[in-house]
């Protein structure tokens, strides 16, 4: 067995009671067992060398790990997404004909209209453009040409 020491620490009241306070987040139930945990951890932060790097692995493995949470997220919704305006714009194609120039001026038009919004784009702002994208304005022509 290790023979144990006993050396005196000085603290103030403050500090003592926010120790007391913490012991259930360190998992300890003594003063004796704080000190301990913290002088080990201290002495491993002095043993890396690298005094900045000690905690850093650590950090960067939870950011790596909720960055790649939130990115797989973030694809199965942009995928869902995708499928749902592919089923719109295949409905749309089935219902009427467009020539190449209207959606090239619509292409260009929604562009705008997004980049101008932010992405933020209502189909309540849709109805009330007042720009008109395009001279050939298929809905408001009667699709007559188009």
Same mark, same amino acid.
């Given at each position: ?70 990115? @797989? ?16 714009? @295949? ?32 189909? @309540? ?22």
């Amino acid at each position: 067995m290790d023979k144990k020491y006993t050396f005196t620490v000085r603290m103030g009241e403050k500090l003592k009671e926010e120790i007391r306070e913490n012991f259930d987040e360190a998992h300890v139930r003594s003063l004796n067992a704080f000190v301990l945990k913290a002088i080990d951890f201290y002495l491993g932060y002095l043993r890396q060398g690298k005094n900045l790097n000690y905690i850093s692995p650590i950090l960067a493995s939870s950011i790596k790990s909720e960055i790649k949470s939130t990115e @797989q997220n973030l694809s199965e919704i942009i995928f869902k997404m995708a499928v749902q305006l592919s089923m719109l714009t @295949q409905v749309v194609a089935d219902d009427h004909e467009f020539q190449p120039e209207y959606l090239e001026e619509l292409y260009r038009w929604c562009a705008e209209k997004v980049a101008s919004t932010n992405g933020i784009v209502s189909l @309540q702002d849709m109805q009330q453009r007042e720009n008109v994208y395009t001279d050939y304005d298929y809905f408001n022509s009667g699709g007559g040409d188009y």
